[in-house]
Protein backbone atom coordinates (compact mmCIF):
# COMPACT_ATOMS: atom_id res chain seq x y z
CA UNK A 1 0.00 0.00 0.00
CA UNK A 2 1.07 3.78 -0.68
CA UNK A 3 1.90 5.92 2.00
CA UNK A 4 0.64 9.48 0.81
CA UNK A 5 1.13 12.36 3.06
CA UNK A 6 2.26 15.77 3.22
CA UNK A 7 5.84 14.48 2.65
CA UNK A 8 4.51 13.15 -1.06
CA UNK A 9 3.90 9.39 -1.87
CA UNK A 10 6.22 6.81 -0.70
CA UNK A 11 5.71 2.79 -1.12
CA UNK A 12 7.59 -0.49 -1.84
CA UNK A 13 9.21 -0.96 -5.43
CA UNK A 14 8.27 -4.35 -5.83
CA UNK A 15 4.34 -4.07 -4.95
CA UNK A 16 3.61 -0.41 -4.38
CA UNK A 17 5.19 1.66 -6.91
CA UNK A 18 5.05 0.36 -10.04
CA UNK A 19 5.36 1.51 -13.20
CA UNK A 20 1.59 2.61 -14.15
CA UNK A 21 1.68 3.92 -10.24
CA UNK A 22 4.54 6.26 -11.39
CA UNK A 23 3.20 7.02 -14.87
CA UNK A 24 -0.02 8.04 -13.19
CA UNK A 25 1.19 10.39 -10.78
CA UNK A 26 3.92 12.17 -13.72
CA UNK A 27 0.82 12.26 -15.52
CA UNK A 28 -1.64 14.28 -12.64
CA UNK A 29 1.44 16.67 -11.58
CA UNK A 30 1.52 17.77 -14.96
CA UNK A 31 -1.97 18.97 -15.17
CA UNK A 32 -1.49 20.74 -12.20
CA UNK A 33 1.02 23.38 -13.59
CA UNK A 34 1.04 26.11 -16.24
CA UNK A 35 3.39 25.26 -19.54
CA UNK A 36 6.76 25.55 -18.86
CA UNK A 37 10.01 23.16 -17.48
CA UNK A 38 9.87 20.33 -15.06
CA UNK A 39 13.21 19.80 -13.16
CA UNK A 40 13.66 15.97 -11.97
CA UNK A 41 16.75 14.75 -9.69
CA UNK A 42 16.45 11.36 -7.84
CA UNK A 43 18.73 9.98 -5.25
CA UNK A 44 20.99 7.01 -5.25
CA UNK A 45 18.76 4.13 -4.81
CA UNK A 46 19.18 2.17 -8.20
CA UNK A 47 15.17 1.78 -8.57
CA UNK A 48 14.97 5.43 -8.95
CA UNK A 49 16.32 4.80 -12.54
CA UNK A 50 13.83 3.15 -13.86
CA UNK A 51 10.87 5.52 -12.00
CA UNK A 52 13.01 8.29 -13.59
CA UNK A 53 12.85 7.15 -17.17
CA UNK A 54 8.88 6.33 -16.45
CA UNK A 55 8.04 9.60 -15.61
CA UNK A 56 10.14 11.57 -17.83
CA UNK A 57 8.59 9.70 -21.11
CA UNK A 58 5.18 10.35 -19.30
CA UNK A 59 6.06 14.12 -19.10
CA UNK A 60 7.57 14.45 -22.75
CA UNK A 61 4.41 12.76 -24.29
CA UNK A 62 2.99 16.00 -23.06
CA UNK A 63 5.00 18.05 -24.50
CA UNK A 64 7.08 19.11 -21.55
CA UNK A 65 10.32 20.16 -21.50
CA UNK A 66 12.52 18.10 -18.67
CA UNK A 67 15.67 19.68 -16.88
CA UNK A 68 17.22 16.66 -15.50
CA UNK A 69 19.75 17.15 -12.35
CA UNK A 70 20.80 13.37 -11.74
CA UNK A 71 21.73 12.23 -8.17
CA UNK A 72 21.43 15.42 -6.06
CA UNK A 73 20.16 16.43 -2.76
CA UNK A 74 16.08 17.14 -2.24
CA UNK A 75 17.25 20.33 -1.45
CA UNK A 76 19.37 21.08 -4.58
CA UNK A 77 16.30 20.56 -6.72
CA UNK A 78 14.25 22.82 -4.36
CA UNK A 79 16.85 25.12 -4.71
CA UNK A 80 17.37 25.13 -8.42
CA UNK A 81 13.60 25.01 -9.01
CA UNK A 82 13.47 28.28 -7.39
CA UNK A 83 16.21 30.39 -8.83
CA UNK A 84 15.22 29.51 -12.58
CA UNK A 85 12.09 29.47 -14.65
CA UNK A 86 11.15 26.27 -14.13
CA UNK A 87 6.86 25.62 -12.73
CA UNK A 88 7.72 22.38 -10.92
CA UNK A 89 9.85 20.14 -9.64
CA UNK A 90 9.59 16.24 -8.61
CA UNK A 91 12.07 14.26 -6.67
CA UNK A 92 12.60 10.61 -6.50
CA UNK A 93 13.36 9.22 -3.40
CA UNK A 94 11.98 7.46 0.28
CA UNK A 95 14.28 9.81 2.35
CA UNK A 96 15.18 7.56 4.85
CA UNK A 97 13.17 4.36 4.09
CA UNK A 98 15.18 1.24 3.65
CA UNK A 99 16.26 0.75 0.32
CA UNK A 100 13.45 -1.39 -0.81
CA UNK A 101 11.63 1.73 -1.19
CA UNK A 102 11.56 4.70 -3.24
CA UNK A 103 8.63 7.22 -3.62
CA UNK A 104 8.44 11.24 -5.24
CA UNK A 105 8.18 14.51 -3.22
CA UNK A 106 6.69 17.60 -5.65
CA UNK A 107 7.78 21.04 -5.48
CA UNK A 108 6.02 24.05 -6.49
CA UNK A 109 7.60 26.83 -8.60
CA UNK A 110 8.43 28.75 -5.35
CA UNK A 111 11.27 26.06 -4.90
CA UNK A 112 8.74 24.80 -1.71
CA UNK A 113 7.18 21.34 -1.46
CA UNK A 114 3.24 21.02 -1.78
CA UNK A 115 0.73 22.45 0.40
CA UNK A 116 -1.59 20.14 1.84
CA UNK A 117 -4.07 20.82 -0.46
CA UNK A 118 -2.22 20.84 -3.51
CA UNK A 119 -1.16 16.73 -2.17
CA UNK A 120 -5.14 16.62 -2.11
CA UNK A 121 -5.74 17.78 -5.55
CA UNK A 122 -3.13 15.70 -6.93
CA UNK A 123 -4.14 12.19 -4.85
CA UNK A 124 -7.66 12.91 -6.31
CA UNK A 125 -6.35 13.55 -9.99
CA UNK A 126 -4.60 10.13 -9.51
CA UNK A 127 -8.08 8.28 -7.97
CA UNK A 128 -9.69 9.93 -10.48
CA UNK A 129 -8.00 8.13 -13.37
CA UNK A 130 -5.94 9.51 -15.58
CA UNK A 131 -6.49 9.51 -19.62
CA UNK A 132 -2.72 9.71 -21.46
CA UNK A 133 -2.29 12.42 -24.37
CA UNK A 134 -2.32 10.87 -27.93
CA UNK A 135 0.43 11.26 -30.18
CA UNK A 136 -0.70 14.33 -31.99
CA UNK A 137 1.01 16.45 -29.16
CA UNK A 138 4.68 17.45 -30.17
CA UNK A 139 6.93 15.94 -27.80
CA UNK A 140 8.56 17.40 -25.13
CA UNK A 141 12.84 17.82 -24.92
CA UNK A 142 15.24 16.35 -22.07
CA UNK A 143 18.13 18.72 -20.77
CA UNK A 144 20.82 17.60 -18.56
CA UNK A 145 22.02 20.11 -16.14
CA UNK A 146 25.66 18.44 -14.56
CA UNK A 147 26.22 21.86 -12.53
CA UNK A 148 23.12 22.14 -10.28
CA UNK A 149 25.17 20.95 -7.06
CA UNK A 150 28.12 23.52 -7.94
CA UNK A 151 25.31 26.28 -8.31
CA UNK A 152 23.71 25.04 -4.58
CA UNK A 153 27.36 25.10 -3.48
CA UNK A 154 27.97 28.51 -4.50
CA UNK A 155 25.13 30.10 -3.21
CA UNK A 156 25.69 28.29 0.22
CA UNK A 157 29.26 29.83 0.33
CA UNK A 158 27.33 33.16 -0.13
CA UNK A 159 24.85 33.19 2.09
CA UNK A 160 25.20 36.24 4.56
CA UNK A 161 24.26 34.13 7.56
CA UNK A 162 27.69 32.69 8.04
CA UNK A 163 30.99 34.04 7.88
CA UNK A 164 33.10 31.92 5.52
CA UNK A 165 36.32 33.64 5.92
CA UNK A 166 36.47 32.70 9.31
CA UNK A 167 35.42 29.57 8.41
CA UNK A 168 38.32 28.90 5.79
CA UNK A 169 41.06 30.14 8.30
CA UNK A 170 39.92 27.21 10.68
CA UNK A 171 40.75 24.46 8.49
CA UNK A 172 38.33 22.14 9.92
CA UNK A 173 39.20 18.43 10.18
CA UNK A 174 35.98 17.10 8.99
CA UNK A 175 34.37 13.30 8.57
CA UNK A 176 31.36 13.07 6.16
CA UNK A 177 29.40 10.15 6.30
CA UNK A 178 26.49 10.31 3.21
CA UNK A 179 25.37 6.93 3.52
CA UNK A 180 26.06 6.25 -0.26
CA UNK A 181 23.34 8.55 -0.91
CA UNK A 182 22.42 11.71 -3.26
CA UNK A 183 24.81 14.04 -0.63
CA UNK A 184 27.64 12.12 -1.88
CA UNK A 185 29.25 14.20 -3.89
CA UNK A 186 27.77 17.78 -2.91
CA UNK A 187 28.60 17.54 0.84
CA UNK A 188 32.09 16.96 -0.04
CA UNK A 189 32.81 19.41 -2.20
CA UNK A 190 31.18 21.94 -0.03
CA UNK A 191 33.54 21.08 3.08
CA UNK A 192 36.40 21.20 0.27
CA UNK A 193 35.01 24.86 -0.72
CA UNK A 194 35.00 26.24 2.98
CA UNK A 195 39.12 25.11 3.35
CA UNK A 196 38.37 21.77 5.14
CA UNK A 197 40.20 19.05 5.33
CA UNK A 198 37.79 16.17 3.93
CA UNK A 199 37.58 12.46 5.00
CA UNK A 200 35.09 10.94 2.61
CA UNK A 201 32.75 7.86 4.31
CA UNK A 202 30.24 6.40 2.46
CA UNK A 203 30.43 8.46 -0.54
CA UNK A 204 29.72 6.55 -3.41
CA UNK A 205 26.26 7.01 -5.23
CA UNK A 206 25.47 2.92 -4.96
CA UNK A 207 22.37 3.01 -2.82
CA UNK A 208 24.08 0.99 -0.67
CA UNK A 209 22.85 1.99 2.80
CA UNK A 210 25.81 0.44 4.86
CA UNK A 211 24.17 1.66 8.12
CA UNK A 212 20.48 2.12 9.09
CA UNK A 213 19.62 5.11 6.58
CA UNK A 214 18.34 8.07 9.14
CA UNK A 215 21.37 9.38 10.76
CA UNK A 216 20.32 8.63 14.24
CA UNK A 217 23.08 7.96 17.08
CA UNK A 218 22.89 4.46 17.22
CA UNK A 219 23.74 4.17 13.50
CA UNK A 220 26.71 6.64 13.89
CA UNK A 221 29.11 4.41 15.16
CA UNK A 222 31.43 3.92 12.81
CA UNK A 223 31.19 7.84 12.13
CA UNK A 224 31.67 8.63 15.46
CA UNK A 225 34.94 6.11 15.79
CA UNK A 226 36.53 7.47 12.34
CA UNK A 227 35.85 11.12 14.21
CA UNK A 228 38.03 10.09 16.84
CA UNK A 229 40.66 8.32 15.08
CA UNK A 230 41.55 10.82 12.85
CA UNK A 231 41.58 13.62 15.25
CA UNK A 232 38.99 15.38 13.37
CA UNK A 233 36.94 18.40 14.62
CA UNK A 234 33.76 17.46 13.44
CA UNK A 235 31.47 14.38 11.84
CA UNK A 236 29.09 15.11 9.32
CA UNK A 237 25.75 12.10 8.46
CA UNK A 238 22.82 12.81 6.26
CA UNK A 239 19.98 10.92 4.91
CA UNK A 240 19.71 9.28 1.59
CA UNK A 241 18.61 12.39 -0.13
CA UNK A 242 20.45 14.65 2.13
CA UNK A 243 17.99 16.83 3.48
CA UNK A 244 18.61 16.28 6.98
CA UNK A 245 22.28 16.72 9.05
CA UNK A 246 23.40 14.93 12.43
CA UNK A 247 26.46 16.09 13.92
CA UNK A 248 29.11 13.99 16.16
CA UNK A 249 31.74 15.87 17.95
CA UNK A 250 35.17 16.08 18.56
CA UNK A 251 35.42 13.32 21.25
CA UNK A 252 33.11 10.74 18.87
CA UNK A 253 29.96 11.39 20.52
CA UNK A 254 26.60 11.77 18.18
CA UNK A 255 24.74 14.81 19.60
CA UNK A 256 21.93 14.20 18.72
CA UNK A 257 19.55 15.75 15.53
CA UNK A 258 17.71 18.08 17.63
CA UNK A 259 20.76 19.42 18.23
CA UNK A 260 22.33 19.77 14.69
CA UNK A 261 19.28 22.95 15.20
CA UNK A 262 20.32 24.20 18.47
CA UNK A 263 24.22 24.64 17.54
CA UNK A 264 22.98 26.07 14.21
CA UNK A 265 20.59 28.05 15.43
CA UNK A 266 22.96 29.30 18.44
CA UNK A 267 25.55 30.54 15.70
CA UNK A 268 22.41 32.29 13.83
CA UNK A 269 21.88 34.43 16.92
CA UNK A 270 24.72 34.56 18.63
CA UNK A 271 26.05 36.27 14.84
CA UNK A 272 22.38 38.35 13.72
CA UNK A 273 22.22 39.79 17.41
CA UNK A 274 18.60 41.26 16.35
CA UNK A 275 15.42 39.93 17.80
CA UNK A 276 13.76 37.52 15.59
CA UNK A 277 11.39 35.40 15.45
CA UNK A 278 11.90 31.43 14.39
CA UNK A 279 10.03 28.55 13.76
CA UNK A 280 10.04 24.58 14.62
CA UNK A 281 7.56 21.90 14.75
CA UNK A 282 5.37 20.59 18.32
CA UNK A 283 7.78 17.42 18.26
CA UNK A 284 11.01 19.53 18.28
CA UNK A 285 12.99 19.78 21.55
CA UNK A 286 12.65 23.32 23.66
CA UNK A 287 16.96 23.47 23.29
CA UNK A 288 15.70 26.39 20.39
CA UNK A 289 13.07 28.13 22.49
CA UNK A 290 15.61 28.49 25.39
CA UNK A 291 18.38 29.71 23.61
CA UNK A 292 16.27 32.39 21.91
CA UNK A 293 14.85 33.79 25.19
CA UNK A 294 18.46 34.32 26.56
CA UNK A 295 18.61 36.65 23.16
CA UNK A 296 14.89 38.28 23.35
CA UNK A 297 13.69 36.18 20.67
CA UNK A 298 10.67 34.30 20.21
CA UNK A 299 9.79 30.48 18.89
CA UNK A 300 6.45 29.51 17.42
CA UNK A 301 5.61 25.96 16.59
CA UNK A 302 2.98 24.46 14.01
CA UNK A 303 2.14 20.63 13.23
CA UNK A 304 4.41 18.13 12.23
CA UNK A 305 5.56 18.23 8.62
CA UNK A 306 8.36 20.83 6.82
CA UNK A 307 5.75 22.34 4.88
CA UNK A 308 3.94 23.64 7.82
CA UNK A 309 7.26 24.83 8.93
CA UNK A 310 7.12 26.45 6.19
CA UNK A 311 4.21 28.34 5.75
CA UNK A 312 4.88 29.68 9.58
CA UNK A 313 7.84 30.79 8.58
CA UNK A 314 5.88 33.31 5.58
CA UNK A 315 2.90 33.72 7.83
CA UNK A 316 5.14 35.01 10.19
CA UNK A 317 8.12 36.41 8.24
CA UNK A 318 10.99 34.24 9.86
CA UNK A 319 14.05 34.34 8.67
CA UNK A 320 15.28 30.84 10.40
CA UNK A 321 13.75 27.23 11.87
CA UNK A 322 13.33 23.85 11.40
CA UNK A 323 12.30 20.44 12.44
CA UNK A 324 14.10 18.46 14.92
CA UNK A 325 15.50 15.46 13.11
CA UNK A 326 18.16 17.49 11.68
CA UNK A 327 16.39 19.59 9.18
CA UNK A 328 17.43 23.07 9.07
CA UNK A 329 15.79 25.84 7.49
CA UNK A 330 16.99 29.40 6.07
CA UNK A 331 14.79 31.73 4.12
CA UNK A 332 17.72 33.25 2.84
CA UNK A 333 18.84 30.46 1.05
CA UNK A 334 15.46 28.41 0.01
CA UNK A 335 12.27 27.54 2.04
CA UNK A 336 13.38 24.02 2.60
CA UNK A 337 15.34 21.46 5.22
CA UNK A 338 18.94 21.79 3.55
CA UNK A 339 22.04 19.54 4.98
CA UNK A 340 24.69 22.08 3.23
CA UNK A 341 22.96 24.67 5.03
CA UNK A 342 23.00 22.81 7.77
CA UNK A 343 26.97 22.14 7.73
CA UNK A 344 27.74 25.77 6.88
CA UNK A 345 25.85 27.14 9.95
CA UNK A 346 27.06 24.42 12.13
CA UNK A 347 30.66 25.53 10.87
CA UNK A 348 29.85 29.19 11.14
CA UNK A 349 29.09 28.40 15.14
CA UNK A 350 32.21 26.63 15.75
CA UNK A 351 34.02 29.44 13.36
CA UNK A 352 32.92 32.39 16.47
CA UNK A 353 34.73 30.77 19.15
CA UNK A 354 38.14 28.71 19.77
CA UNK A 355 35.70 26.18 22.12
CA UNK A 356 35.80 22.65 20.55
CA UNK A 357 32.39 21.61 19.65
CA UNK A 358 32.38 19.47 22.88
CA UNK A 359 32.40 22.26 24.80
CA UNK A 360 30.21 24.45 22.92
CA UNK A 361 27.13 21.68 22.84
CA UNK A 362 27.88 21.52 26.32
CA UNK A 363 27.13 25.41 27.14
CA UNK A 364 23.84 24.92 25.25
CA UNK A 365 20.44 24.08 27.71
CA UNK A 366 20.53 20.12 27.97
CA UNK A 367 17.34 18.45 27.52
CA UNK A 368 16.79 14.70 27.36
CA UNK A 369 14.11 13.34 24.73
CA UNK A 370 12.00 9.84 25.26
CA UNK A 371 10.29 8.95 21.92
CA UNK A 372 8.07 5.86 22.12
CA UNK A 373 4.64 4.61 19.90
CA UNK A 374 1.99 2.13 20.74
CA UNK A 375 -0.24 0.22 18.19
CA UNK A 376 -3.59 2.76 17.83
CA UNK A 377 -5.80 -0.40 17.47
CA UNK A 378 -9.01 -0.29 20.59
CA UNK A 379 -7.54 3.16 21.54
CA UNK A 380 -10.32 5.94 21.61
CA UNK A 381 -8.09 8.69 21.44
CA UNK A 382 -11.36 11.45 22.36
CA UNK A 383 -11.42 9.51 25.72
CA UNK A 384 -7.97 9.11 26.10
CA UNK A 385 -7.41 12.68 25.92
CA UNK A 386 -10.09 13.73 28.22
CA UNK A 387 -8.29 11.23 30.80
CA UNK A 388 -4.88 13.27 29.97
CA UNK A 389 -6.19 16.29 30.10
CA UNK A 390 -7.70 15.51 33.47
CA UNK A 391 -4.38 13.63 34.60
CA UNK A 392 -1.71 16.21 33.47
CA UNK A 393 -2.29 19.24 35.87
CA UNK A 394 -0.93 22.61 35.39
CA UNK A 395 0.38 22.15 31.76
CA UNK A 396 -0.03 24.41 28.96
CA UNK A 397 -2.35 22.48 25.91
CA UNK A 398 -1.87 22.63 22.08
CA UNK A 399 -4.48 20.68 19.86
CA UNK A 400 -2.82 21.47 16.86
CA UNK A 401 -1.35 18.42 15.42
CA UNK A 402 -2.66 15.64 18.19
CA UNK A 403 -2.38 17.08 21.97
CA UNK A 404 0.78 18.22 23.53
CA UNK A 405 1.21 18.99 27.66
CA UNK A 406 3.69 21.45 28.24
CA UNK A 407 5.17 22.98 31.91
CA UNK A 408 8.50 25.01 31.95
CA UNK A 409 10.87 22.82 31.58
CA UNK A 410 8.90 19.49 30.13
CA UNK A 411 6.51 18.38 27.77
CA UNK A 412 4.67 15.34 26.40
CA UNK A 413 3.59 14.86 22.60
CA UNK A 414 0.58 12.65 21.91
CA UNK A 415 -0.30 12.17 18.16
CA UNK A 416 -1.66 10.07 15.52
CA UNK A 417 1.22 9.17 12.75
CA UNK A 418 0.54 9.98 9.42
CA UNK A 419 1.89 7.12 7.86
CA UNK A 420 1.46 4.24 10.11
CA UNK A 421 -1.28 2.62 12.74
CA UNK A 422 0.22 4.05 15.45
CA UNK A 423 0.45 6.85 17.97
CA UNK A 424 3.47 8.63 18.23
CA UNK A 425 4.21 9.66 22.27
CA UNK A 426 7.29 12.26 22.84
CA UNK A 427 8.25 13.65 25.60
CA UNK A 428 11.41 16.28 26.58
CA UNK A 429 12.89 17.00 29.89
CA UNK A 430 15.87 17.85 32.31
CA UNK A 431 17.10 14.25 32.00
CA UNK A 432 15.64 11.08 31.06
CA UNK A 433 14.22 9.40 34.06
CA UNK A 434 11.88 12.86 34.28
CA UNK A 435 10.83 12.40 30.29
CA UNK A 436 10.28 8.40 31.16
CA UNK A 437 7.99 9.22 33.94
CA UNK A 438 5.83 11.31 31.61
CA UNK A 439 5.68 8.52 28.53
CA UNK A 440 4.88 6.18 31.54
CA UNK A 441 1.86 8.12 32.82
CA UNK A 442 0.78 8.59 29.35
CA UNK A 443 0.91 4.50 28.57
CA UNK A 444 -0.51 3.98 32.01
CA UNK A 445 -3.77 6.12 30.54
CA UNK A 446 -4.02 4.23 27.12
CA UNK A 447 -3.60 0.82 28.64
CA UNK A 448 -6.20 1.86 31.25
Request: with cysteine; glycine share 8%; hydrophobic share 40%.
Amino acid sequence: MLIRSISGVRGLVKTDLLPETCAAYAAAAHTMFPDGVFMIGRDSRPSGENLLDIMVEILLNYGRNVILLGIVPTPTVQFMVERTDAVAGVVITASHNPIEWNGFKFIRGDGTFFRPDDCNSLFSIVDAGIEFPNHDIESGTTFMDVNAVQKHIIQVASLRSIDINKIRKKKFKVVIDAVNGAGYDALPRLLESFNCEVIRMNCEPNGEFTRGPEPLPENLETLSTAVVSNKADVGFAVDPDADRLAVVSEDGKPLGDEYTLAIAGDGYIRQKKTQETFVINLSTSMVLEKIAARYNCSVERTPVGEINVVQKMIDVGAKFGGEGNGGIILKEAHLGRDSLVGCAMVLNRMALTDERLSVIYAGLPQFVMVKDKLDIDGVDMDKLITAAIDKFEGAEINTEDGTKFTWDNQWIHLRKSNTEPIIRIYAEAENQDSAQKLIDRMKSLIEA
